[in-house]
Antibody
Framework: QVQLQESGPGLVKPSQTLSLTCSVSGGSINSTNSYWSWIRQPPGKGPEWIGYIFYSGYTNYNPSLKSRITISLDSSKNQFSLKLSSVTAADTAVYFC??????????????WGQGTLVTVSS | DVVMTQSPEFLAVSLGERATINCKSSQSLLYTSINKNYLAWYQQKPGQPPKLLIYWASTRESGVPDRFSGSGSGTDFTLTINSLLAEDVALYYCQQYYTTPWTFGQGTKVDI
């Protein structure tokens, strides 16, 4: 059973880069046709999809964040990562990693990591 | 972007009664060639990630109690919780996966 766990700093200063890692256990990040997403949820709001990386390394980003984000894979560590640059207070949120529930470009999410709160503040 | 609008924002239901949550999308989520609606429902409890309940608008995820059901097509969808239990108190979200960026509703809080 695949499990995901986010890790990274809980506090980031404005204008800096937020960096998070999602560690995958119970399965390979290189599984054929697997999709790995980052999703965030600001306090009191609904989730917002940030982007995904396909097992081959292909990425698809939310246009609203595209200029600031990079999602990458590290197959040797069975991890994938998120970098979000030039953060502001509006980027304060719980950040989740999740897997596409089916090996298809159009997918819902399951499972999810537990999430990690990232606060942007000086 | 496809805008997902849920109603109501808050719903109080007596134990054992039915809860009905609506989700409306700004464009059709029906892929006509395969007759499937690209919509999922999740349940989220405090401090937890969303939990998948329903996909393809009406297919219940394995292990989800059958008091949860999804219906609808095109742009209008409904999540129904029959015989509400105390453990069903949570936030509920719909999500479209018809086209990126995938988008979620703003959530419906169900309470007793």
């Amino acid at each position: 059973q695949v499990q995901l766990q986010e890790s990274g700093p809980g506090l980031v200063k404005p204008s800096q880069t937020l960096s998070l890692t999602c560690s995958v256990s119970g399965g390979s990040i290189n599984s054929t046709n697997s999709y790995w997403s980052w999703i965030r949820q600001p306090p009191g709001k609904g989730p917002e999809w940030i982007g995904y990386i396909f097992y081959s390394g292909y990425t698809n980003y939310n246009p609203s964040l595209k200029s600031r984000i990079t999602i990458s894979l590290d197959s040797s560590k069975n991890q994938f990562s998120l970098k979000l640059s030039s953060v502001t207070a509006a980027d304060t949120a719980v950040y989740f990693c999740a897997r596409g529930a089916v090996p298809a470009a159009n997918h819902w999410f399951d499972p999810w990591g537990q999430g990690t709160l990232v606060t942007v503040s000086s | 972007d496809v805008v997902m609008t849920q109603s109501p924002e808050f719903l109080a239901v007596s134990l054992g009664e039915r809860a009905t949550i609506n989700c409306k999308s700004s464009q059709s989520l029906l892929y006509t060639s395969i007759n499937k609606n690209y919509l999922a429902w999740y349940q989220q409890k405090p401090g937890q990630p969303p939990k998948l309940l329903i996909y393809w608008a009406s297919t219940r995820e394995s292990g989800v109690p059958d008091r949860f059901s999804g219906s609808g097509s095109g742009t209008d969808f409904t999540l129904t919780i029959n015989s509400l239990l105390a453990e069903d108190v949570a936030l509920y979200y719909c999500q479209q996966y018809y086209t990126t960026p995938w988008t979620f509703g703003q959530g419906t809080k169900v309470d007793i």
